[in-house]
């Protein structure tokens, strides 16, 4: 199978048993998930949602909001999902997974085997009030140095961040303006995932996610922060590749 402009296979398996299709979170990239197919099980094909505005595709129109975003996104991956499939996603990337799971299943298309959500707040909660895809460059920049994820030395570099920065509005207002329209509970098994210092979800934001599945339901907490993808990636792949086995 070919590389999808949307979903970049890290390392092709030859009749993979199961797929990930692993969604990052705001300004995140596929980098974010190099190392994955080294980390989880052999039997596990990863793939990564490549979004319009970054990398190779810097030069085409970012979405800003999750509806056209979802439809592009169901289109990429219908050709992909005629094996089982799994979906993880960061943040941003668990918001998506989610709206497209409920998307999936609205054109009776195969839906994922299990759905991994990590660090994001269930869809039926308050909307934050301070609106970050709307700040001026200098407030966003202050934001992202006081909340992480995004490298010191990145910050530094205006030449960079002018490269950076429009993929992560696009992103931030993908998230920030989302409606959620309440949908039935999907009959998945859901694992989320949260950060013991994570101040910008917390524990009960987690755990609001029981409500959309009627299957088996898990929080997993990781030492770390909102960004615990990247400081606890060896337990954290090692209990997806866990939960997708018991799939076989």
């Known amino acids: 199978m070919k590389n999808s402009?949307?979903?970049v296979c890290l390392q092709p398996r030859p009749v993979p048993p199961i797929r990930l299709f692993c969604f990052p979170y705001a300004?995140?990239?596929?980098?974010?998930?190099?190392?994955?197919?080294?980390?989880?099980?052999?039997?596990?094909?990863?793939?990564?949602?490549?979004?319009?505005?970054?990398?190779?595709?810097?030069?085409?129109?970012?979405?800003?909001r999750l509806q056209p975003l979802i439809a592009k996104?169901?289109?990429a991956i219908e050709p992909l999902s005629q094996q089982p499939f799994a979906f993880f996603g960061h943040s941003l990337g668990a918001r998506l997974a989610f709206e497209l799971t409920n998307s999936l299943r609205g054109a009776g298309l195969a839906l994922p085997q299990h759905l991994f959500l990590s660090a994001c707040p269930a869809p039926q909660l308050s909307q934050r009030t301070q609106l970050l895809h709307m700040l001026r460059r200098d407030e966003l920049l202050a934001e992202l140095r006081k909340r992480g994820g995004v490298p010191a030395d990145v910050l530094a570099q205006p030449a960079v961040l002018d490269v950076l920065l429009p993929a992560l509005r696009a992103d931030l207002a993908v998230l920030e303006t989302a409606v959620y329209q309440p949908q039935p509970p999907l009959?998945?098994?859901?694992?989320?995932?949260?950060?013991?210092a994570d101040t910008l979800v917390e524990p009960g934001a987690l755990d609001?996610?029981?409500?959309?599945?009627?299957?088996?339901f898990r929080i997993q907490m990781f030492v770390g922060d909102h960004f615990f993808l990247e400081t606890a990636v060896v337990g954290l792949t090692q209990v997806i590749s866990n939960e997708l086995r018991k799939l076989g």
Do not use: C
């Not at 009959?187 to 013991?196: C, N, R």
């Not at 609001?208 to 088996?216: F, G, I, L, Q, Y």
């Open 5 to 7: 402009a949307w979903f």
């Open 27 to 64: 300004g995140g990239t596929v980098a974010q998930f190099r190392g994955w197919p080294k980390l989880v099980s052999p039997e596990i094909e990863v793939r990564v949602a490549y979004l319009p505005g970054r990398g190779v595709r810097l030069h085409e129109p970012v979405y800003k």
């Open 73 to 75: 996104l169901k289109t």
């Open 187 to 196: 009959d998945i098994p859901m694992t989320v995932f949260g950060g013991t």
């Open 208 to 216: 609001a996610w029981h409500v959309h599945t009627k299957n088996d």
